[in-house]
């Protein structure tokens, strides 16, 4: 009879899950396998501390709604969602720009708006103006990209905060002009706290981790032919910049605020401008890694045996 011990427990699970016909899934599962015994034995896991992990993940997904996504949350937070974008941006062919967090507030439905519209409905503080290319690898601006773009209000929460779907802020999406070119409106980007009233931000203070996240804003960026991009522009001089609780800084991405730009298509406002690079595609793979938690919880239907 086979004997099950502490050791031999980790081949006896992979021997039996062996029969995967995925080949991709028996990977990630006998790695992940083989990295959850290692690590129970690394710090010799009591059953108390195993009923509390099982606990505080239960709590995650209940605090999971159709506005909220604490799993992504967690992912985020334990710097699981910005490995997966180095690993995705690694394998791009082309040089592009690089990806950061799409984050829980992701909104598929955003309204679709005209070059140099305003992204602001209610909210008040600082209004900007963001401007720049969409361009290939090569620099040559891509026609027509679509710019999606979100943003928290001037008290840092987003829309989807309000548990309201009918409430949309700070959120559009843009055509860029025959030559890759793109403007709009928005507020001043300004750092806030992650969502810290669930399991996660108890995980946050009893790790005592401030949870903000620095001055940014959201785009996805995408055109026939090309990987779409998720990123963030980050603000130059925030105190959080070296320190953000989600690690989405990525040197590359941080911009600063000019006060006056006699380029800027609204030179009576302060601006941003960025171009950003999109790779070629070379496979269907997403960047997206996070998503709109209304759309993780809608049901896939259930294939039906004939
Ligand atoms: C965000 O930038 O929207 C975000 C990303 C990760 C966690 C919380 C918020
Ligand atoms: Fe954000």
Redesign the pocket.
């Known amino acids: 009879m086979r004997v099950i011990n502490e050791t031999t427990i980790t081949d006896a699970a992979l021997d039996q899950m062996s029969s995967t016909p995925d080949p991709r899934l028996k990977q990630i599962m006998e790695s992940l396998v083989r990295h959850l015994h290692d690590f129970a034995r690394e710090v010799d896991l009591t059953p108390e501390e195993w009923l509390a992990g099982i606990k505080f993940l239960t709590s995650v997904g209940q605090t999971c709604t159709e506005h909220r996504q604490e799993f992504i949350?967690l992912s985020?937070t334990l710097g699981l969602s910005s490995l997966t974008n180095a690993l995705h941006d690694k394998r791009a062919t082309e040089a592009s720009t690089k990806s950061s967090?799409l984050?829980?507030?992701y909104r598929h439905d955003a309204p679709m708006m005209k070059l140099g519209d305003s992204i602001i409905s209610r909210s008040k503080g600082t209004e900007i103006v963001f401007y720049g290319k969409v361009t290939d690898a090569a620099g040559k601006g891509i026609p027509n990209a679509l710019v999606q773009i979100w943003e928290p209000d001037e008290t840092g929460n987003?829309d989807l905060q309000n548990h309201d779907p009918s409430i949309m802020d700070l959120r559009g999406c843009f055509h860029a002009d025959a030559e890759g070119g793109y403007y709009f409106r928005g507020l001043c980007p300004l750092g806030y706290m992650?969502p810290m009233d669930g399991p996660v931000g108890d995980m946050i203070r009893a790790q005592k981790r401030h949870g903000y996240?620095p001055a940014?804003i959201?785009f996805v960026i995408g055109a026939p032919g090309y990987r779409e991009l998720v990123t963030?522009l980050y603000i130059e001089g925030d105190a959080h910049i070296d320190s953000d609780t989600?690690f989405?800084v990525v040197e590359s991405l941080v911009t600063k605020v000019n006060k006056k730009d006699p380029d800027s298509p609204l030179p009576y406002l302060p601006s941003i401008r960025y171009d950003f690079q999109l790779a070629r595609e070379t496979d269907k793979a997403s960047g997206r890694v996070g998503a709109d938690p209304s759309q993780i919880l809608k049901k896939t239907p259930v294939a039906t045996k004939a």
């Open positions: 949350l985020d967090l984050g829980p507030f987003y992650i996240r940014h959201h963030a989600v989405g």
